[in-house]
């Protein structure tokens, strides 16, 4: 058995400081890493043409209505997402960004490409292949248990 490198807590030290950028970028919009990800969902449903309600967003962040439904009201509010009444169904409510929650999008975009940019300067092109191998393995060994 190898000698244990701690590489759980290495990868979680890379996440961290990667996350403090992303809260950087976004202290000055209010948004959290959260609401965040709800937009990109959001948005990235629509660029394939499907429409996004409440139960979509809580199955993708994990989280109870009540808290998506807060998350949701907040951003909203902040000029980031708009509610459309969904056909024929009162009660249901469809999701579309804003040109502000689509500006949002790009900017941490931006900073995603940055972040790659980063790793992908820290190594060579072949180690970026393996390190892509070795995390896609990683990642598919730890889903299935």
């Known amino acids: 058995m190898l000698e244990n490198k701690r590489l759980f807590g290495k990868i979680c030290l890379l996440q961290k400081q990667m996350y403090r950028q992303n809260c950087q970028l976004l202290g000055d919009t209010g948004v959290t890493p959260v609401q965040m990800n709800a937009l990109w969902f959001i948005r990235k449903n629509a660029l394939k043409g499907i429409k996004v309600m409440q139960k979509d967003v809580e199955k993708h962040v994990g989280l109870c209505p009540s808290s998506v439904s807060a998350l ?19 009660r249901g409510k469809y999701l579309a960004l804003t040109g502000e929650g689509e500006s949002l999008c790009l900017k941490n975009k931006m900073l995603m490409d940055k972040c790659d940019g980063a790793i992908q300067n820290a190594l060579t092109d072949e180690e970026q292949k393996d390190l892509e191998k070795l995390l896609t393995k990683i990642i598919n060994s730890v889903s299935e248990n």
């Open 72 to 90: 949701l009201s907040n951003l909203e509010k902040d000029g980031y997402l708009l509610r459309t009444v969904a056909d024929g169904d009162a």
